[in-house]
């Protein structure tokens, strides 16, 4: 079973909108939640993390909003281009060494 | 540039084979991963390794059984290659401990048994 749940499994949003991925979680022993972004042919990069100590944390034009109470979070992706299409994955770690992945996000960003 | 190296970008092999994936790592990790990307199920981690030689099953390792002789060097091997195991093989290094994970992706192999 996935330790981390992830949705929706594909989203399309025309350029300038704002796709919102949502991941939760059971474990409350998960101490680091990482989005990974994947570009055809590519392998997973870190894109932006956060830690249930912060709600709220923006690299660029990525969000990741977090609810520790709901055991939830997300990922924004203000005015988005068609440059972010990609595949995201959430991942919640524990320890410093293993993640868990969720099950993965298609996003395209029509011009 | 510091990277991940997977030995083939894209194989076919026959039922039954036997069926080996190499993995490569330039960082000197410690840690290195297999992991099996299909559409929907996203990432599962097969088997992980922590050092020399040491293995730890993950969360599907049926089908699958790992070798590491060197510290840069992670094999996945397929002692029976099955249809159902057709899917895109990553391999991924990170140190021991780091804050941020440090995960490093290769760029997979698909694999593609007939």
């Known amino acids: 079973q996935q330790q981390v749940k992830q949705s929706p499994q594909s989203l399309i949003v025309q350029k300038g909108g704002i796709p919102i991925i949502n991941c939760a979680y059971e474990n409350t022993a998960f101490d680091y939640f990482p989005w990974y972004q994947q570009f055809p042919g590519k392998g997973p990069a870190l894109l932006i993390a956060?830690?249930?100590?912060?709600s709220e944390k923006k690299e660029g034009r990525f969000t990741i909003s977090f609810n520790k109470s709901a055991k939830q979070f997300s990922l924004h992706i203000m005015d988005s281009q068609p440059g972010d299409s990609a595949t995201y994955f959430c991942?919640?770690?524990?320890?410093?060494?293993?993640?868990?992945f969720g099950a993965g996000t298609t996003v395209t960003v029509r011009a | 540039d510091v990277k991940v190296t997977q030995s083939s970008r894209y194989l076919v092999k026959r039922t039954g084979e036997k069926v080996f994936l190499e993995c490569v790592q330039d960082?000197?990790?410690?840690?290195m991963f297999w992991y099996r990307q299909d559409p929907g199920l996203g990432l599962r981690l097969i088997y992980f390794s922590y050092d020399v030689k040491m293995k730890e099953k993950g969360d599907i390792p049926e089908g699958y059984s790992v070798s590491r002789e060197k510290k840069e060097r992670f094999s996945l091997i397929l002692e029976s290659a099955s249809t159902n195991q057709t899917s895109m093989y990553l391999c991924?290094?990170?140190?021991?401990?780091?804050?941020?994970?440090?995960?490093?992706f290769g760029s997979g192999t698909r694999l593609t048994v007939v």
């Open positions: 991924a290094s990170s140190p021991r401990w780091h804050r941020n994970y440090g995960y490093t």
């Open positions: 956060i830690r249930p100590d912060v």
């Open positions: 991942a919640a770690g524990k320890g410093g060494y293993k993640l868990s």
């Open positions: 960082m000197d990790h410690e840690n």
